[in-house]
């Protein structure tokens, strides 16, 4: 069963940083392209992030860009998403998606960015 | 940035019933388009993707049609767990972007 699990979300102040993990099972992270999609509160879908097989190329959403940094280990089979200079308008459920479309998503970590 | 908006922003209606939501691009994404569903405290799970192809496991009820700006989703019989939210998202260029999303309530 392929199952995507995310973790590290937390309440983090303005500024600060957090590191996401997601620890995917059931299938060979090697062979997918992964993303990072998120949702804030009551609201919509964005996507944010995504991260080829071989980790080139990478793409970003502008309203991250220069700010998170997407990786990935293959042979730990694990996405993680790196975000710095954390803003208030950063909170959301952070999902990692495989693939595009995104036929398979995490459960989410939610990220609160408050003092 | 290509705009999804889809319409209506919201659809009132009963189980048996037809559904029939849609999907408008700013721009032509050819058939790069991916419907979802979401219901409340879940991640999205995807119903339809490039325009017309359901996805492993979904029902037949659930199809979709469309090419170009205009996309459809029609669920041809509503059963009480199809009341949810339904995004559309394309993949036809950088960045991919999702609707605004369609709350489908009875």
């Known amino acids: 069963e392929v199952q995507l699990v995310e973790s590290g979300g937390g309440l983090i102040q303005p500024g600060g940083s957090l590191r996401l993990s997601c620890a995917a099972s059931?299938?060979?992270?090697?062979?997918?392209?992964m993303n990072w999609v998120r949702q804030a509160p009551g609201k919509g879908l964005e996507w944010i992030s995504y991260?080829?097989?071989?980790?080139?190329?990478?793409y970003y959403a502008d309203s991250v860009r220069g700010r998170f940094t997407v990786s990935r280990d293959n042979a730990k089979n694990s996405l993680y998403l790196q975000m710095n200079s954390l803003r208030a308008d950063d909170t959301a459920v952070y999902y990692c998606?495989?693939?595009?479309?995104?036929?398979?998503w995490g459960q989410g970590t939610l990220v609160t960015v408050s003092s | 940035e290509i705009v999804l908006t889809q319409s209506p922003a919201t659809l009132s209606l009963s189980p048996g019933e037809r559904a029939t939501l849609s999907c408008r691009a700013s721009?032509?994404?050819?058939?790069?388009l991916a419907w979802y569903q979401q219901k409340p405290g879940q991640a999205p799970r995807l119903l339809i993707y490039?325009?017309?192809n359901r996805a492993t496991g979904i029902p037949a009820r659930f199809s979709g049609s469309g090419s170009g700006t205009d996309f459809t989703l029609t669920i041809s019989s509503l059963e009480p767990e199809d009341f949810a939210v339904y995004y559309c998202?394309?993949?036809?260029?950088?960045?991919?972007?999702f609707g605004q999303g369609t709350r489908l309530e009875i």
């Open positions: 998606a495989r693939g595009n479309p995104y036929d398979y």
């Open positions: 059931g299938f060979t992270l090697s062979n997918f392209n």
């Open positions: 991260i080829t097989t071989t980790s080139n190329p990478i």
């Open positions: 998202q394309h993949r036809s260029n950088w960045p991919p972007t």
């Open positions: 721009q032509s994404i050819s058939r790069y």
């Open positions: 490039d325009a017309s």
